[in-house]
């Protein structure tokens, strides 16, 4: 395509060095139930350095109750093509995506209350009555209350939703 616009992939300047931080004392603790609502992070993956979900969810599942924080951009995932002041959106995008991950559940605890049941039929299998740990990014139980969510109950759940609407299937 003659129109067609190479993307660079940027050079990080400063690369967190792995070695070096795995030296560094481990800071306490003090409060960790205290929610906390980090300032800021950004996403990035440049060739020399990276720094996405799995990134993103070490740094705050380090013990805190980090319940919140905020995207900030650092010109990373433009659009490759289209107008050039419409570039800058596909960091956006690219952001909405990885919260999309997020919310899914898989990377880490959700509450149910804020991811969903979406519809006043829709039903929702959870331990978070029972799980004291349930809101937090990383579960602090030797095992996660959701292994002790039978199949026979997720089906159960399924038929009883199926059967509240029968003409949506």
Not at 27 to 33: G, N, R, S, V, Y
Not at 71 to 87: H, Q, T, W
Not at 154 to 169: F, K, N, S, W
Request: proline share 7%; glycine share 6%.
């Amino acid at each position: 395509m003659a129109n067609e616009t190479k993307v660079e992939r940027q050079r990080r300047a400063f690369v967190p060095d792995p070695a070096w931080l795995a030296k560094q004392a481990q800071e306490p603790i003090l409060e960790p139930d205290l929610p906390i609502i980090d300032p800021h992070h950004h996403l990035w993956d440049h060739l020399n350095s990276r720094y996405l979900l799995d990134e993103l969810l070490a740094d705050t599942g380090s013990g805190h109750n980090i319940t919140a924080t905020v995207y900030i951009d650092c010109r990373s995932m433009y659009r490759g093509d289209g107008p050039a002041e419409m570039k800058p959106v596909g960091e956006t995008e690219f952001a909405n995506g990885v919260a999309a991950m997020s919310a899914s559940g898989i990377y880490g605890p959700t509450r149910p209350e804020r991811n969903g049941p979406w519809r006043s039929g829709d039903i929702t299998v959870s331990r978070a009555e029972t799980c004291e740990c349930h809101h937090l990014r990383r579960c602090r139980r030797d095992t996660m209350c959701l292994m002790d969510i039978a199949t026979s109950e997720v089906l159960d759940a399924i038929e009883r939703r199926l059967a509240a609407e029968p003409t949506r299937v």
